[in-house]
């Protein structure tokens, strides 16, 4: 069975229609890196430590890898989990799936082996990237346990000092082509078309594990290139990728995707780590970074303590992922000495951006607009009646760089999608009189802790297996560190006096799960309120203990 039998397409009027309009243009990803090569050359495109990497040799090395990968049997359609800290090693396999269309599935460097065994099956994954281990984890180790209860996978790829028997050393796979032109004439002629899945993002999740997202080569090049007219970015930009750079906000929001096609730089830090990043920024020059609201208070808490920071480079720091409150929103501008631009997006597409330029109560108010002319957006009520203008409902969205459905996911697209093909987003939003929308809440069932989100159900679920545990609700709690921490409320069965919280972390540990959905406390009560339909109400609880 091909990648295409799971995907949900755009119907082919809307289709035609988004080429026409030219938000589809029919360019590949490795196109777009091509193009830019072709416009930049030797201009620095890349910075990772003491690694510089100019455009053209982003491409050519691209192009090596490529032809590396597919001697190695990977090809069109083949999925490949990837699972790499920010390195340049990720870039260049980022660009080297696409000029052979071998579909990366965009890994967190936090999950394990619970969620890449999920990733593997779900898409048959034929190989996997990691790192040989960052801070102390064995990453190659996890590859390989993942590898061996999979019938699917095939290569183990790793980066780094430590390449075990039997794995393949990426680096050792990334040349120069004696004759790039050759090479790259090739490669164009095996490349995939537009409209073919360029990479899978991953769903926060609302239910059990996370959703595999199809972006197509045509819809996310829409979505950097639309993004990167709107910031404004151009040759002199210099991108600082903080956050995990296979995430939608740092990849292509404008992140480092909207950086090369506008001829600019992308430094890589390791961490959002406050002291790195400030001495990266004022190394690098670094004019634009983005961060989730966590990490941009952990930035001023920094430049505070140590105002000998120089960030005078600084022009913007873009802020997204979680609610920014207005309060951190107003100390940017004094504290950072740049400019603020609320992201309000989701990996399954809508980008909003407050504009560049607009009003304090704009940009500290308000999550943004919609990026794009030909983006939908409806608001309503729990009958999908369109609520009146200015009043809280329900977020529904179609447009061009949107999903029509998530990867082999039938069911849960029927409870996702509306029959008219919108997104129904969990995001409780409403109109602001500017024009832009403000973010109010969700019904979606999950926890945004600092920007990452956990289903509120798969943590549940996992605290069900202990045989202490009668009954368990998952709630976010306001946490002045994270935004959202996760608080599991716990009925003991019988005979069961007591559990602690390392109990569960431990369990967690044991069962293969990223730390980021270990909960951070823990409740036990006699019983869990319920609501008059008999569920049980968190909405109550999160009043009680929050
Ligand atoms: C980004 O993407 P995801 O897929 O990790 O999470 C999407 C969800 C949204 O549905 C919303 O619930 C929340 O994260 N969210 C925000 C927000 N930005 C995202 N809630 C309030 N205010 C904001 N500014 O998080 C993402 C993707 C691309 C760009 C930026 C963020």
């Not at 996760?486 to 369990?507: H, S």
Request: glycine residues 10%; negative net charge; contains cysteine.
């Amino acid at each position: 069975m091909g990648v295409a039998d799971g995907l949900a397409d755009w119907p082919e009027d809307v289709a035609k229609r988004y080429r026409d309009l030219g938000f589809w243009n029919g360019m590949t990803l490795g196109q777009y890196l091509w193009q830019s090569a072709e416009l930049f050359g030797d201009k620095e495109a890349l910075t990772d430590g003491d690694v510089r990497i100019s455009y053209r040799e982003l491409a050519v090395l691209s192009d090596g890898l490529a032809e590396g990968l597919s001697e190695r049997g990977l090809g069109r359609e083949d999925c490949i989990v990837v699972q790499l800290p920010n390195c340049w090693e990720f870039v260049v396999l980022l660009f080297a799936c696409a000029r052979i269309g071998v579909i990366p599935i965009m890994a967190l460097p936090g999950h394990r082996s619970r969620e890449l065994s999920f990733f593997v099956e779900h898409a048959g994954a034929k190989a996997i990237a990691v790192p040989d281990e960052i801070r102390g984890f064995d990453h190659q180790a996890m590859a390989w346990e993942v590898a061996k209860q999979s019938s699917t996978l095939g290569d183990v790829f790793v980066v780094g000092e430590n390449i075990a028997d039997g794995s393949v050393d990426l680096r050792g796979l990334i040349a120069s082509s004696a004759d790039p032109q050759a090479l790259r004439g090739r490669l164009d002629v095996i490349g995939p078309n537009s409209n073919e899945v360029a990479l899978f993002l991953l769903s926060g999740g609302t239910t059990g594990l996370p959703k595999l997202i199809p972006r197509s080569h045509d819809d996310y090049g829409y979505n950097f290139r639309r993004s990167a007219e709107v910031c404004a970015f151009n040759p002199n930009t210099v991108y600082l990728v903080a956050l995990p750079a296979s995430h939608n906000f740092p990849l292509a929001c404008p992140g480092l995707l909207g950086a090369f096609y506008s001829g600019g730089r992308v430094v890589l830090a390791r961490s959002p780590e406050p002291e790195h990043c400030m001495n990266l920024i004022a190394k690098e020059r670094v004019t634009v970074a983005a961060g989730v609201p966590a990490v941009a208070q952990r930035w001023m808490d920094a430049k505070q303590e140590n105002p000998s920071y120089d960030l005078s480079s600084l022009e913007l720091i873009q802020v997204g992922g979680a609610k920014m409150a207005p309060e951190l929103a107003r100390k940017v501008r004094p504290v950072l000495g740049c400019a603020l631009q609320q992201v309000f997006g989701m990996a399954e597409g809508l980008i909003n951006y407050t504009e560049l330029g607009a009003s304090e109560l704009v940009t500290c108010d308000t999550q943004g607009r919609p990026m794009s002319p030909a983006d939908e957006v409806l608001i309503v009520d729990d009958s999908d009646v369109p609520v009146p203008a200015g009043e809280m409902g329900q977020l529904l969205t179609r447009g061009p760089y949107t999903l029509r459905g998530y990867y082999r996911a039938p069911e849960h697209n029927a409870r996702s999608f509306t029959e008219d093909g919108w997104y129904r987003t969990g995001d409780v939003v409403r109109w602001h009189p500017s024009g832009n929308l403000v973010v109010e809440g969700r019904t979606k069932d999950l926890i945004n802790r600092a920007g990452e989100k956990i289903s509120a159900e798969e943590v549940e679920n996992l605290i069900y297996r202990l045989p202490s545990v009668a009954q368990v609700a998952a709630i976010a709690l306001p946490d002045d560190r994270f935004g959202e921490r996760t608080c599991v409320v716990v009925v003991l069965r019988d005979g069961y006096p007591n559990l602690t919280l390392e109990e569960i972390r431990g369990a967690m540990k044991d069962f293969g799960v990223a730390k980021y959905k270990y909960p951070d406390q823990l409740v036990t009560v006699e019983s869990l309120p319920v609501t008059n339909v008999g569920k049980i109400d968190k909405a109550l609880l999160r009043k009680q203990l929050g």
